[in-house]
């Protein structure tokens, strides 16, 4: 058999086939070409996050539809997914406590809360929101938690991440006892810099958290989230950007990166009112959220 007499065995063999075997054979076929996932094993993620926002507590009446007192069960039921879970970090993503009427009543709302939360899997990161540093300043807030910095950058398992910190007023002061409007968040220009160094610098596919929203340019917008979004942008590394502070899902894609808003833990009373989520990160980039309670799915490829 030559070539030719080959090539046109092959073809007639694939046409009969498709005669007798109909379209069976070509869905079969189209299906594996797509992807193994019904054949194979699915793809392991790489690396697993908790998400939760603006858990609120306080132990105080509600107002509203803030129920601040149910914040510790909601947190308690997320805690039992997440030990099933295991993931490797759990990022709240800001507004971790309301506010109370002096400073050491707020630094025991703070230590409340976060009893619970410092037992959740893996390490944990805590973004800033207005409402941490409304009574505290900054640094009794990340004394508070433990953490050092309000703003940085870590890595893990080929994956890039960037806390940002957006409680800053427009003339540059840091958030703290009462001296800001919420509507004036912003990322001052020495930050700015270092997020273009830090990103420049970064080897992996990067995540972002930060609290007030960086999509938007109404009262919920960081003041300066056009230039913070060209920074991202021009990295070409950040696949995505999860926000907290309007209490509702909602996502948008700007410019090939997807900016995301968490569902909020202190919306609504009882155990239904409640969000929080697993983020499933795999090697080629894919993000996918599994969604508990009021926090929507989501799949990035
Ligand atoms: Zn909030």
Partial sequence: MNSKDRN???????RAFMRDGSLFL???G???SQGLSSFAEEPKAQLRFGLVTDLHYADKAPGGSRHYRETLAKLEEAALQFAKEKP???VELGDFIDAADSVATEKK?????????????GKKHYVLGNHCVYTLTKDEFLDGVGQKKSYYSFDDRGFHFVVLD???????????RKNFQWTDPNIPQEQVEWLQADLKKATGKTIVFVHQRLDVSNHYGVKNAAQIRRVLEQSGKVLAVFQGHSHKNEVKEINGIHYCVHRAMIEGSGKENNGYSIMDLFADGTIRITGFRKQ????WS
């Fill in 30 to 32: 189209v299906g594996l």
């Fill in 8 to 14: 046109d065995a092959i073809l007639y063999g694939r």
């Fill in 296 to 299: 929507e799915k989501y799949n």
């Fill in 88 to 90: 490797s970090h759990v």
């Fill in 109 to 121: 709302y703070l230590g409340r809360v976060n009893k619970d939360f410092a037992e959740l899997p």
């Fill in 26 to 28: 070509l869905s079969a």
């Fill in 166 to 176: 957006a409680c800053f007023r427009n003339d540059g002061k840091p958030y703290g």
